[in-house]
């Protein structure tokens, strides 16, 4: 169905629309239209950079357009003057103290001079000292390789055989003909051993 008629066979025209609602704020968005770059977006993109664009890391165009941001935002000046302090602070901190100069080494030489016509003055009361030592060294070092040596020994010798016990044997005479006796005795043991040899059963 078409629409109905008004009165006077006229179409009733088309509620007006209410116009876009644009929220926006004057310190956050530049310039008019639905492409206008925001200023926050823009600060959110160039402080990424900021340290590149210091270090000169940037190429030409990305160099031109933090310089032309920098020139305008506060926040990202400070936040620039931060990074440049903060780098000056580390330069300052890892550079040495002062200039650094060649060191002299018109004294070193003469020096070292010094020290061996020092050494060579000590050489004899050192010598004297030393040989009035040597006897006792030598002899405290031949006693103590001497002790060594006899311990060695006497731990190393193997213990000496156990004596046994003397044994005696004696052969003796018996009233049967064709017979004799041995008698083996040990004194230790309290103990006669008698032996009859060729006596039939």
């Known amino acids: 169905m078409g629409p109905r008629a008004g009165p006077r066979g006229r179409c009733p025209a088309p509620p007006r629309r209410s116009p876009a609602v644009r929220i926006s704020c004057p310190h956050e968005n530049t310039g ?43 926040a990202c000046q400070r936040e620039a003057a931060g990074l440049r302090e903060m780098r000056a602070l580390l330069q300052q901190a890892l550079s040495p103290v002062g200039t650094v100069r060649e060191p002299d080494w018109t004294a070193f030489w003469p020096g070292i001079v010094r020290g061996i016509e020092e050494a060579k003055r000590r050489v004899p009361v050192q010598g004297r000292r030393r040989a009035w030592l040597r006897p006792r060294w030598a002899l405290g070092g031949a006693l103590v390789a001497a002790f060594l040596v006899s311990m060695m020994l006497w731990t190393s010798a193997p213990p000496p055989p156990a004596v046994e016990a003397p044994v005696v044997v004696n052969s003796a005479n018996s009233d049967y003909p064709g017979a004799s006796l041995m008698v083996y005795h040990t004194p230790e043991r309290d103990m006669t051993v008698v032996w009859v040899f060729g006596v039939d059963d």
Do not use: F, M, N, W
């Not at 823009?42 to 357009?65: F, N, V």
């Open 32 to 74: 008019r239209g639905p492409g206008r770059p925001t200023i926050v977006l823009t600060c959110y993109r160039t402080r990424k950079r900021i340290g590149a664009y210091l270090d000169g890391a940037l190429d030409r165009a990305q160099a031109e357009s933090a310089a032309r941001h920098l020139a305008t935002c506060t």
